[in-house]
């Protein structure tokens, strides 16, 4: 047989263990407790951007890959756990190029009491930490969401349609299609094409404040409810760690989770059961806290100078 040869070798994998082995001193550091989570769940991801592997087991029963560990780590918060941290293989359907890999691992964590600035300190300081470039924390870019797309891109996010953002990214009638009347996704486009390839190649960029209807799961703003406090981390153009300032409502939590569930609906996309535990988890108490997600392979492919995955994993999923 054919291609049975691993994508990366040996040194590549000893670069990965010892950025894992910075990851965990870092945490160990700052008094964040391991933690594990399960792989599989009867719930799936109702964020229409993401896709959950189904898993059919004896019977009629079906359980799904978790796409992230963060609903089981916040049921852990809600329970009692302080700092919490976990290392895990996640798994997302759909997701296959040089940055993408439908199973890949993820380093997710929270921190109680942390606010949007201390949250993104945080990962500032333990993306140089694992880097092991400690001076990427002395000079960080900043911009907000929508100063961003008007210094860079010339649109006002508050404002701006899809037509508007279709023409911005020269779209043809494929992709036309394929987008739709989905702003989010013309959003998302225009950051990872137009916008964060003009970042500084050398440093770390934060992407702050997305407008409120971009929230996920971050609260709003309580200084201002047209944005949420959520924020990504960059690289150069390469997104390594999305975080929120988390929301711990649960009737809006439950609101967020029907808009999801709407929109694939109208996408004709999968209608997945949520996760009716996490509610529950809110509805029975959540410290304030912040949570953030970075990719183990995309830290690793800042660290190598790769912009090629398949340079940092030891295999890809067999493709013909």
């Known amino acids: 047989m054919s291609n049975w040869e691993p994508s990366s070798g040996p040194a590549a994998a000893r670069r990965r263990a010892a ?15 391991a933690v594990d989570t399960p792989a599989l769940s009867r719930f799936a991801a109702s964020d ?10 004896q019977g009629d029963s079906e359980m799904f890959l978790n796409t992230s560990p963060e609903f089981c780590m916040k049921r852990l918060l809600a329970g009692g756990y302080p700092d919490i941290y976990s290392i895990c293989r996640v798994f997302r359907d759909g997701e296959l190029g040089k940055r993408h ?3 890949f691992t993820m380093v997710e964590w929270y921190r109680l009491d942390f606010d949007l600035e201390s949250i993104i300190a945080d990962t500032v300081r333990f993306v140089a930490a694992c880097l092991d470039s400690p001076q990427l924390s002395h000079s960080v870019t900043r911009y907000d969401y929508a100063g961003a797309f008007m210094k860079f891109a010339k649109i006002d996010v508050f404002s701006a349609t899809a037509d508007r953002l279709a023409r911005l990214c020269n779209a043809d009638a494929r992709l036309e299609s394929q987008v739709g009347a ?11 094409t ?5 970042f500084a190649a050398d440093r770390l960029t934060v992407v702050h404040h997305y407008p409120a209807d971009q929230a996920a799961l971050a609260r709003l703003c309580p200084a201002n409810d047209r944005v949420a406090d959520r924020f990504e981390l960059f690289c150069g153009d390469l997104e390594l760690a999305n975080g929120y300032v988390e929301l711990r409502d649960a009737s809006e ?19 997945n059961p949520p996760d009716e535990k996490l509610i529950a988890a809110l509805d029975a108490g959540l410290r304030a806290c ?4 970075a990719g183990i392979e995309r830290l690793q492919m800042t660290h ?9 994993v030891t295999f890809l999923p067999d493709t013909p």
């Open 19 to 33: 950025l894992i082995e910075r990851a965990r001193a870092y945490f160990q550091e700052h008094n964040v407790l």
């Open 101 to 103: 890999a439908p199973e």
């Open 194 to 198: 137009i916008i964060a390839p003009q």
């Open 48 to 57: 229409p951007n993401i896709e959950s592997f189904g898993v059919h087991g």
């Open 290 to 293: 912040a949570g953030v997600a």
């Open 253 to 271: 939590q439950q609101s967020r989770v029907e808009q999801d569930l709407a929109v694939r609906r109208r996408a004709g996309r999968p209608l």
């Open 182 to 192: 989905d702003v989010h996704a013309w959003f998302d486009l225009v950051m990872s």
């Open 304 to 312: 190598d100078k790769t912009d090629d995955i398949k340079e940092v």
